[in-house]
Antibody, heavy 120, light 110 residues
Framework: DVQLVESGGGLVQPGGSLRLSCTAS????????MNWVRQAPGKGLEWVSY????????YYSDSVKGRFTISRDNAKNSLYLQMNSLRAEDTAVYYC?????????????WGQGTLVTVSS | QSALTQPASVSGSPGQSITISCTGT?????????VSWYQQHPGKAPKLMIS???NRPSGVSNRFSGSKSGNTASLTISGLQAEDEADYYC??????????FGGGTKLTVL
């Protein structure tokens, strides 16, 4: 079975940093595009970032560009999100979501999410 | 990139059909066949219901169908069941190499 397990969330002060991880199993991780999607408390879904299967192509939403960095380690079946200069508006549940194999823009498997709270 | 426009809420009785609309622009919904729909129950992760406008993933009930006309995509649920009560989100690839979601629609089964 496909499984995505996020970790690394927690409470951080404004301006601080946090690194999220997503460990994948049950599929050939290196063949799939991956994404981060977040959801602020009581709000809708917001796409955050995309990384191609090889890691050579990366996209970010305007709201996190320049502050967040997505990366992956295919040898470790892991996806990461380095979050710097965190703001209160970054408070959300962050989901790791699997994309397709080649320029596919749907998310067919999601992790359970990890909560990031930015507050002093 | 502005969020896609969805109705805040829709409702229907068991057995009825409902349609949720998702309106964007020619830079997203209208420009690409990369519209997806997700179902989210409270406290749970979203679940993919429709990909690429009208493709239903394996395991998703054939009561769910998707379509698109111009800048508006639609999700239709036929034969409403109590378990369909959830939030529904559309998404689309955009001309800016990003993904935009709709604001979400709360479906109530009366």
């Amino acid at each position: 079975d496909v499984q995505l397990v996020e970790s690394g969330g927690g409470l951080v002060q404004p301006g601080g940093s946090l690194r999220l991880s997503c460990t994948a199993s049950g599929f050939t991780f290196s063949s799939y595009e991956m994404n981060w999607v977040r959801q602020a408390p009581g709000k809708g879904l917001e796409w955050v970032s995309y990384i191609s299967s090889s890691g050579s192509t990366i996209y970010y939403s305007d709201s996190v560009k320049g502050r967040f960095t997505i990366s992956r380690d295919n040898a470790k079946n892991s996806l990461y999100l380095q979050m710097n200069s965190l703001r209160a508006e970054d408070t959300a549940v962050y989901y790791c979501a699997r994309g397709g194999v080649m320029f596919d823009w749907y998310f067919d498997y999601w992790g359970q999410g990890t909560l990031v709270t930015v507050s002093s | 990139q502005s969020a896609l426009t969805q109705p805040a809420s829709v409702s229907g009785s068991p057995g009825q059909s409902i349609t949720i609309s998702c309106t964007g622009t020619s830079s997203d919904v209208g420009g690409y066949n990369y519209v997806s729909w997700y179902q989210q129950h409270p406290g749970k992760a979203p679940k993919l219901m429709i990909s690429d406008v009208s493709n239903r993933p394996s395991g998703v009930s054939n009561r769910f169908s998707g379509s698109k006309s111009g800048n508006t995509a639609s999700l239709t649920i036929s034969g409403l069941q109590a378990e369909d009560e959830a939030d529904y989100y559309c998404s689309s690839y955009t001309i800016s190499s990003s993904v935009v979601f709709g604001g979400g629609t709360k479906l109530t089964v009366l």
